[in-house]
């Protein structure tokens, strides 16, 4: 087993624990954490801008529940944009877990709320105490996770009965493709072609830097994991933005023609 860095205890009052719950740091390396991937992820505008930045979380946003007096927590929190909203909104307790020591950091530097804890792990080896969640929210790091069989069922035993899941993940009709990428057909229009959507497992994609590793499941195979680990599917969506939002940044049209993100909302039984 290796260790990953990890990142000073950066505030007094944020609890930076490392494999707290015995999460091992034994995956495959974050790609998260090398320099040249986090300094084109820091760009991007929903790492500038947060939640705003992020043009599905309106959507997101009303699939959450109340969040007064919940306990949350946040699988793969990166920046903690999400752990310091539903704070803001009434959030009793938040719990962000990252695998990225980087992610962590920078959570850490913009956050004085002591009721927000940080925790580097793996959400591969996920493992929480029973029912002591009444939220679990993640946004699109599930696609980075080989097991989700594994990581729907501890969900499932974190929350509360009654208790609810939330998370956008990668589309797979968007990534599903062995080489995903724009095309353009015969007669000039921009086209997303979808191959290999059956089969699951692994992708290599360039986003930011070459090789990202991915996993691809098909919508099926994700609804009927949550089904089986215990959950009542809610809500689903499937992110396509509003006339708005295309006017006010253009080269969202694009997703008009495919969908890049999954949203559901799922009730433990
Ligand atoms: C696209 S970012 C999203 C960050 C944040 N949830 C947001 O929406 O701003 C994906 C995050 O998942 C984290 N991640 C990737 N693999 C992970 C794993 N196995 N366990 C925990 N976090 C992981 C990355 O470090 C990164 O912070």
Redesign the pocket.
């Known amino acids: 087993m290796h260790h990953l860095p990890i990142a000073p205890k950066l505030q007094d009052n944020i609890e930076y624990r490392h494999h707290q719950s015995g999460h091992r740091m034994d995956?495959h390396p974050?790609i998260?954490?090398e320099p040249s991937f986090f300094e084109g992820?820091s760009r991007l505008p929903?790492?500038l801008d947060?939640l705003e930045g992020?043009p599905e979380w309106p959507v997101l946003r009303d699939m959450l529940p109340d969040m007064q007096g919940l306990r949350v927590v946040?699988?793969?929190?990166?920046?903690g944009?999400?752990c310091r909203w539903a704070r803001e909104n009434g959030a009793a307790h938040v719990h962000g877990?990252?695998?990225?020591s980087r992610?962590l950091a920078h959570a850490c530097a913009n956050t004085s709320d002591p009721t927000i804890v940080y925790e580097l792990?793996?959400?591969?080896h996920l493992t929480l105490p029973a029912g002591s969640f009444d939220l679990a929210y993640?946004?699109?790091?599930f696609h980075?996770?080989s097991d989700a069989a594994r990581l729907y069922a501890e969900i499932a035993r974190c929350l509360r009965p009654g208790g609810h899941l939330v998370f956008s993940t990668e589309h797979p009709v968007y990534m599903a493709a062995a080489r995903p990428g724009w095309v353009t057909s015969e007669s000039g229009e921009k086209v997303w072609p979808v191959d290999s959507y059956f089969a699951e497992g692994p992708r290599r994609t360039d986003w930011i830097t070459k090789d990202v590793l991915k996993y691809h499941r098909t919508i099926g195979t994700t609804l009927n994991l949550l089904i089986r680990s215990g959950f009542r599917i809610e809500q689903v969506e499937e992110f396509c933005p509003t006339a708005e939002q295309i006017s006010a940044r253009p080269a969202l049209a694009d997703e008009l023609q495919r969908p890049t993100f999954l949203l559901v909302a799922a009730l433990r039984a």
């Open positions: 995956d974050n998260y954490d992820y929903r790492s947060g992020a946040d699988l793969g929190c990166g920046w944009w999400f877990i990252d695998l990225s992610m792990g793996s959400l591969e993640s946004s699109l790091a980075y996770i």
